[in-house]
Structure formats: C-alpha cells, structure tokens
C-alpha cells in the first residue's frame, strides 16, 4: 500500500505542476488567423486531457497490483 500512496501522491503533485504551467497569455484579438475558435490555440489533445488522466491512473494502480502478485 506504500508503493500506490507514493505514485498517487507524485501524480497528484506532477497534475497541480501542469496546471499551473498553463498561465499562457491570451491571444490578442483582430485578425483571427491561426487560432480554432474564441482564441484557442489549435491543440487535438486538449480534448482528451482528463480521459488521458484517468486512463494513466488506471494503468498505474493495474500494473501495481500485477507486480505485486507477481512477487507474493
């Protein structure tokens, strides 16, 4: 149960990091060009963020368990 408290909490720390690296300035306004939308910049897998998250968990705690398994 140690192993998954530290993975848990260097994910938790690695996940407050990224959002904090998100402090981008804002596209200034005019011209349009280059940008999807309301000045978002043209990123496919920022869409896909919070199933990335969930999906790298779940990975963690599975093979976690394998290894463990594996061992006993």
């Known amino acids: 149960m140690k192993t998954i408290s530290k993975l848990l909490s ?10 904090k690296a998100d402090d981008i300035p804002p596209v200034p306004g005019g011209g ?5 939308g309301p000045g978002a910049a ?5 869409t896909y963020v919070y199933l990335l998250s969930v999906v790298a968990i779940a ?8 290894i463990k398994s594996v061992k006993a």
């Not at 260097?10 to 959002?19: D, I, N, R, S, W």
């Not at 349009?32 to 999807?36: C, E, H, K, P």
């Not at 043209?42 to 920022?46: E, N, R, V």
């Open 10 to 19: 260097a994910l938790f720390l690695f996940a407050v990091l990224l959002v």
């Open 32 to 36: 349009g060009t280059g940008t999807v």
């Open 59 to 66: 990975l963690i705690i599975f093979y976690t368990k394998k």
């Open 42 to 46: 043209a990123s496919p897998i920022d």
